[in-house]
């Protein structure tokens, strides 16, 4: 397989970033999953946009999104698939343990994964750790995932893909990696950025394609919502069928399987050449 390292498309095997990357030492960096089809990035221009805003977030130079285009353009051509998700690294660069940031300028990674189309429903669990809806972080996405991590592996311990948190004021927030949106009385909210949740990609196009409201929620809405869905990069528009011991009947409900079949249609068009 064929990366983007330093400027130049590269054998995965033998490409090397530095033990020293503060990227590993400290997990400052940042990152973006866009989902490539038939060799076509979608939505690439907004990716790149909270890439650069990421960048800001961390303090970090903003990126070169002349070179990040062309990376991606060449690792996708290098790595011919029908569907994968191309996944954009970059971090604060190689410096001397207890520096501040690297010395070398930041390093930048490009490489493609695959995946596969999501499965219309899945189950999610609530987990007890919140999001802190007034962090440092907070919006950005940081390759400092490990809280994810966690939360993810406690989803899979309880049979499902996907753990989600409250924030510090008992609010619905989001994921590990996806935003939620849950319908009631026929109408779809989701959190508001505030919340704490990352402005996800999806998230803004099915609410802008639905006409879903950003309205704050309290955790245990997901008791009473007469639907529920995840949105994200790699899930599109995903039903939810159990949420920790509810199961909801007859998921993707009639709400959920339309704002599925508006993403599909919508999203088919190049929105982002
Ligand atoms: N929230 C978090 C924490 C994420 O990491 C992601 C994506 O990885 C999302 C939400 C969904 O964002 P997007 O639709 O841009 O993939």
Request: aromatic fraction near 4%; include cysteine.
């Amino acid at each position: 397989m064929k990366i983007w390292l330093d400027g130049a498309l590269r054998d995965s095997e033998s490409a090397r970033v530095s033990v020293f990357d503060h990227g590993l030492t400290v997990g400052d960096g940042i990152f973006e999953t866009v989902k490539a089809v038939d060799g076509r990035p979608f939505a690439l221009t907004r990716h790149l946009d909270r890439l650069t805003l990421s960048a800001r977030g961390l303090g970090l130079p903003d990126p070169d999104l002349d070179e990040v285009r062309r990376a991606c353009a060449a690792v996708l051509e290098a790595n011919p698939v029908p569907l994968g998700r191309l996944r954009l690294t970059y971090t604060g660069g190689h410096g001397p343990l207890g520096s501040d940031r690297g010395d070398k300028g930041p390093t930048l990674v490009v490489a493609l994964g695959g995946t596969t189309r999501r499965p219309d429903t899945t189950a999610v669990v609530t987990v007890p750790w919140t999001r802190n809806e007034r962090g440092a972080l907070t919006g950005l996405k940081t390759t400092s995932y490990a809280e994810n991590v966690v939360a993810l592996a406690r989803a899979h311990e309880h049979g499902a893909t996907e753990a989600l948190f409250g924030n510090t004021v008992g609010q619905l927030c989001e994921g590990t990696g996806s935003n939620v949106f849950v319908v009631l009385d026929g109408e779809i909210h989701t959190p508001p950025l505030h919340s704490g949740c990352l402005a996800g990609i999806t998230r803004h196009l099915v609410a802008e394609w639905t006409g879903a409201k950003e309205t704050d929620l309290p955790l245990d809405v997901l008791r009473d919502a007469d639907e529920i869905f995840l949105t994200s990069t790699l899930r599109d528009v995903q039903a939810v069928h159990r949420v920790d011991e509810r199961e909801l009947s007859a998921a993707p409900g009639p709400v959920t399987a339309k704002a599925m079949r508006i993403f599909d249609e919508r999203s088919a068009a190049d929105i982002d050449p």
